[in-house]
């Protein structure tokens, strides 16, 4: 039988094959996935034992300061929990992966109270702007009992968008609800300026002037207007 040389091969690659090959390729090349921190490692060993709760208290900790999604399942458990909640929301505002504040927003609908109110803040600490619809129809809800708590999240995030619904509130809430909304609406100001727009925080400084009687905030919100003038100028 004749030797086979290259040349003598037909050229009838299928694109399949070529898609076959490239994938083969590919993955020889692919990036192995990272091992875990060591700290957090063992910090998700302790949440999983029966260590007390000043051993877990802690853990959740190291986790925010050296965990990734993978310490995200074990610290969302964790924030219905008389004690551990707290500590566990402070984990998930220092774990950056998208999938901590997607656990936080899940939590929304199943706390009360304290712990609800704990989350509302953790997503502002966060700025997590994927929360601004539930974060929003909380603070036009007084019935859920954090609606402070929201509009100072919203304060926190400060988007156009955030600083809308602290505007609805200063324009037409209620008069126990626009103390709250100013106080957010100072500090949404302060990030819009940052995200040069300064529209829409003279905007948003100009309802707080006139949504309140004279007073501190008010006076506030008009040396941040008149600091904005003589900036633009």
Same mark, same amino acid.
């Given at each position: 039988?004749?030797?086979?040389?290259?040349?003598?091969?037909?050229?009838?690659?299928?694109?399949?094959?070529?898609?076959?090959?490239?994938?083969?390729?590919?993955?020889?090349?692919?990036?192995?996935?990272?091992?875990?921190?060591?700290?957090?490692? @063992?910090?998700?060993?302790?949440?999983?034992?029966?260590? *007390? +709760?000043?051993?877990?208290? !802690?853990?959740?900790?190291?986790?925010?300061?050296?965990?990734?999604?993978?310490?995200?399942?074990?610290?969302?458990?964790?924030?219905?929990?008389?004690?551990?909640?707290?500590?566990?929301?402070?984990? /998930?505002?220092?774990?950056?992966?998208?999938?901590?504040?997607?656990? &936080? !927003?899940?939590? /929304?609908?199943?706390?009360?109270?304290?712990? $609800?109110?704990?989350?509302?803040?953790?997503?502002?600490?966060?700025?997590?702007?994927?929360?601004?619809?539930? &974060?929003?129809? $909380?603070? $036009?809800?007084?019935?859920? *009992?954090? @609606?402070?708590?929201?509009?100072?999240?919203?304060?926190?995030?400060?988007? +156009?968008?955030? @600083?809308?619904?602290?505007?609805?509130?200063?324009?037409? *809430?209620?008069?126990?609800?626009?103390?709250?909304?100013?106080?957010?609406?100072?500090?949404?100001?302060?990030?819009?300026?940052?995200?040069?727009?300064?529209?829409?925080?003279?905007? /948003? &400084?100009?309802?707080? +002037?006139?949504? $309140?009687?004279?007073?501190?905030?008010? @006076?506030?919100?008009?040396?941040? /207007?008149?600091?904005?003038?003589?900036?633009?100028?």
């Amino acid at each position: 039988m004749p030797n086979l040389t290259l040349g003598d091969l037909p050229m009838t690659v299928s694109r399949s094959s070529i898609s076959l090959f490239a994938g083969l390729a590919l993955a020889g090349c692919a990036t192995p996935p990272q091992p875990q921190n060591p700290t957090s490692t @063992a910090a998700l060993a302790v949440l999983a034992s029966e260590a *007390g +709760v000043h051993e877990k208290a !802690r853990a959740c900790q190291q986790l925010g300061d050296f965990g990734g999604p993978e310490a995200v399942p074990a610290l969302a458990r964790l924030l219905s929990h008389e004690v551990l909640a707290d500590y566990a929301r402070s984990g /998930l505002e220092g774990i950056a992966d998208p999938s901590a504040g997607q656990a &936080l !927003r899940q939590a /929304l609908g199943t706390l009360q109270g304290r712990n $609800l109110a704990g989350v509302v803040n953790s997503l502002g600490v966060r700025r997590e702007r994927a929360a601004l619809p539930e &974060l929003q129809a $909380l603070a $036009l809800d007084p019935k859920r *009992g954090v @609606a402070a708590e929201a509009m100072a999240s919203l304060g926190m995030i400060g988007s +156009v968008e955030a @600083a809308r619904t602290l505007q609805q509130i200063l324009k037409n *809430g209620p008069a126990d609800q626009r103390v709250p909304a100013a106080h957010a609406a100072l500090v949404a100001a302060e990030h819009l300026v940052r995200a040069k727009n300064a529209a829409a925080a003279r905007d /948003l &400084l100009n309802d707080v +002037v006139h949504a $309140l009687p004279a007073g501190h905030l008010p @006076a506030v919100a008009q040396r941040q /207007l008149d600091a904005l003038k003589v900036a633009k100028n």
